[in-house]
C-alpha cells in the first residue's frame, strides 16, 4: 500500500525556517517524481514544486517562491524535502506531498498534510 | 502564471449530471492533453479522479468523465450521489513544465 506522511509542520515566527519531511513506502521511491501543493486555510490548491526521481533529473518551482523554498530527497531514506526560509503570513497553509504518475505531472497519491502557521 | 478559472459553486439533484468547467489559455490546458481533476472532500487529502484530460485511475467511478475543447476542459459527473459532494480542482501542465491549479468548484447535491 503507498504511504506518504509529512512531518515538520508547526509555528514559526515570520522571516523565519523550517524543514518539512515526506516519508514515503509501498513504491519504489527512486521510480517516481515528487511533488509539494499546499492549501491555505479555506483556499485552493497551489503547486509548489516538483523533482524528478533521480534529484539531477529536474527540479520545478512555482514563480511565486522566488528562491525561497528547496526541495529535495534522499532515495536511500525513501524521503522528500522542503526546506523554506523567508517565511511570511501567506506562507500559512497545509503541506502536501504527492506522488507524480505520468505526463503532465499528475499526483496519483497524497499524504494527509502537515501544517505551517506564520504568525508573530 | 495565473490560476485555471472555474465557477465557484454548481449543484444538481441526485441522479442528474452536471459539468464543471475550467478555463485556461494556449500555454496551459490549450497546449496540452494534460489536464488532471482532483475531487476534494472536507478536512481530506485530494484524490485524482481525471488525468490526461479523460482518462480515469484505476478505482474511480465510470460517472466521472473528462474532456477538452481549446482552452478550456471540462469534468461531468453523472447520476450524481450524496458522496459526490465535494470541492473540485482542475489542474494543467504549463509551457514552463510547472503545474497550475483553478480556483476550485464546490458541488452541492441538493
Known amino acids: 500500500e503507498v504511504q506518504l506522511v509529512e512531518s515538520g509542520g508547526g509555528l514559526v515566527k515570520p522571516g523565519g525556517s523550517l524543514r518539512l519531511s515526506c516519508a514515503a513506502s509501498g513504491f519504489t521511491f527512486s521510480s517516481f517524481s515528487m511533488n509539494w501543493v499546499r492549501q491555505a486555510p479555506g483556499k485552493g490548491l497551489e503547486w509548489v514544486s516538483s523533482i524528478g526521481g533521480s534529484s539531477s533529473t529536474y527540479i520545478y518551482y512555482a514563480d511565486s517562491l522566488k528562491g525561497r523554498f528547496t526541495i529535495s530527497r534522499d532515495n536511500a531514506k525513501n524521503s522528500l524535502y522542503l526546506q523554506m526560509n523567508s517565511l511570511r503570513a501567506d506562507d500559512t497553509a497545509v503541506y502536501y506531498c504527492?506522488?507524480?504518475?505520468?505526463?503532465?505531472?499528475?499526483?496519483?497519491?497524497w499524504g494527509q498534510g502537515t501544517l505551517v502557521t506564520v504568525s508573530s | 502564471q495565473s490560476a485555471l478559472t472555474q465557477p465557484a459553486s454548481v449543484s444538481g439533484s441526485p441522479g442528474q449530471s452536471i459539468t464543471i468547467s475550467c478555463t485556461g489559455t494556449?500555454?496551459?490546458?490549450?497546449?496540452?492533453?494534460?489536464v488532471s481533476w482532483y475531487q476534494q472532500h472536507p478536512g481530506k487529502a485530494p484524490k485524482l479522479m481525471i488525468y490526461e484530460v479523460s482518462k480515469r485511475p484505476s478505482g474511480v467511478s465510470n460517472r466521472f468523465s473528462g474532456s477538452k475543447s481549446g482552452n478550456t476542459a471540462s469534468l461531468t459527473i453523472s447520476g450524481l450521489q450524496a458522496e459526490d459532494e465535494a470541492d473540485y480542482y482542475c489542474s494543467s501542465y504549463t509551457s514552463s513544465s510547472t503545474v497550475v491549479f483553478g480556483g476550485g468548484t464546490k458541488l452541492t447535491v441538493l
Open positions: 494556449s500555454s496551459d490546458v490549450g497546449g496540452y492533453n494534460f
Open positions: 504527492a506522488r507524480e504518475n505520468g505526463g503532465g505531472r499528475p499526483a496519483d497519491y
